[in-house]
């Protein structure tokens, strides 16, 4: 499957006259939040937040600020302890409501599949972004070569586990192995991928070595790292931080700057690398993509 235009390059990049930096954000930004103490003035800038700065982050920033907690819970953590990780050779297994089940090695499994660049923003739960040029498959190539059965509703992604490799996975921090989980629909959208690299080279052990999920829509936790196992499943699959924090994380996680998480806001982020935090764009600025998969369901029910 070949998408010709950029994906990022989408309806959702048309200015929203509703979405502007208001000079209250753009002050306390600055750490000026007591703006009543300010003179008012009428000619103060303000910054259009139609996010269509899609400038990736450094190679430095993408693999050297990471959440990858079988490595430890520190954003630096990852880079400094994922050599353990053995991601070569690698095996996949593939089970459930399939015809093609099997232990599949990485490669074998999307050999002849093209492979893409895609610039996507990439928005933490924590309020953070990047922008990231990936490299991988499109999730839905991979299914549809392995047909799944009618009754695969949802796809499982389970990491790896194994604390010798994963030292972090010596401590209880999470319920390992870590498990994420997309509704079928989700997971043959034409966005979502499965990532083998970044910047054209092999994916870092601590960005998910040799291959995990990036769904652009939705909050980075979604994107399960290190996969071994990918399952067809009929009920919803468990995942790892709803499991650890039910009031905190739920199962679609799209990025909503509706719902506030119950520790903080998620109206703003702070692209790493920049000065000034700026608006969060709902669904991170796929909706017009994606919005209509999650028509009729309340999203602050389902966040
Ligand atoms: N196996 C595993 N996958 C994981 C995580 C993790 O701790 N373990 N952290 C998640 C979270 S919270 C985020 S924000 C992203 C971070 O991806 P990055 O480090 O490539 O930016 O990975 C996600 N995938
Ligand atoms: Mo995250």
């Not at 509703?18 to 600055?30: E, G, Q, V």
């Not at 994922?82 to 093609?100: Q, Y």
């Not at 009754?151 to 319920?175: C, H, I, N, S």
Request: aromatic share 12%; charged share 25%.
């Amino acid at each position: 499957m070949l998408i010709r235009r950029p994906p990022d390059v989408l309806s959702a990049d048309i200015t929203d006259e509703s979405l502007y930096w208001t000079r209250r954000d753009w002050l306390t930004s600055l750490g000026l939040g007591a703006v009543a103490l300010l003179p008012p003035f009428r000619s103060f800038p303000r910054r259009s937040v139609q996010d269509a700065d899609l400038k990736p982050n450094t190679w430095e920033e993408v693999t050297g600020y990471n959440n990858f907690y079988e490595f430890g819970t520190g954003k630096e953590d990852p880079k400094e302890n994922a050599g353990s990780l053995r991601p070569k050779p690698w095996t996949i297994k593939v089970e459930g409501d399939v015809k093609k089940p099997g232990s599949y090695d990485v490669d074998s499994l999307f050999k002849g599949l093209a492979l893409e660049e895609r610039v996507y923003r990439f928005r933490c739960v924590e309020a953070w972004s990047m922008v990231v040029p990936w490299n991988g498959y499109p999730l839905r190539d991979l299914i549809k070569r392995l047909e799944p059965g009618s009754k695969a509703k949802y796809v499982e992604f389970t990491t790896l586990y194994d604390p010798q490799q994963m030292p972090g996975q010596r401590r209880d921090v999470l319920e390992w192995p870590y498990v994420e989980g997309l509704r079928m629909d989700e997971a043959m959208h034409p966005l979502t991928l499965l990532v083998t690299g970044v910047y054209g080279k092999t994916l870092p052990n601590q960005n998910g070595a040799p291959v995990r999920l990036i769904t652009p829509w939705k909050y980075g936790f979604k994107g399960v790292k290190s996969i071994v196992k990918i399952r067809f499943v009929e009920q919803q699959p468990r995942n790892t931080w709803n499991l650890s924090a039910p009031r905190e994380y739920g199962f679609y996680a799209n990025v909503n700057p509706a719902v506030d998480h119950p520790r903080w806001s998620q109206k703003t982020e702070r692209r790493l690398g920049k000065l000034w935090r700026q608006p969060t764009l709902p669904f991170n600025g796929y909706a017009a993509d994606v919005a209509s998969l999650y028509a009729g369901m309340d999203l602050r029910a389902n966040f």
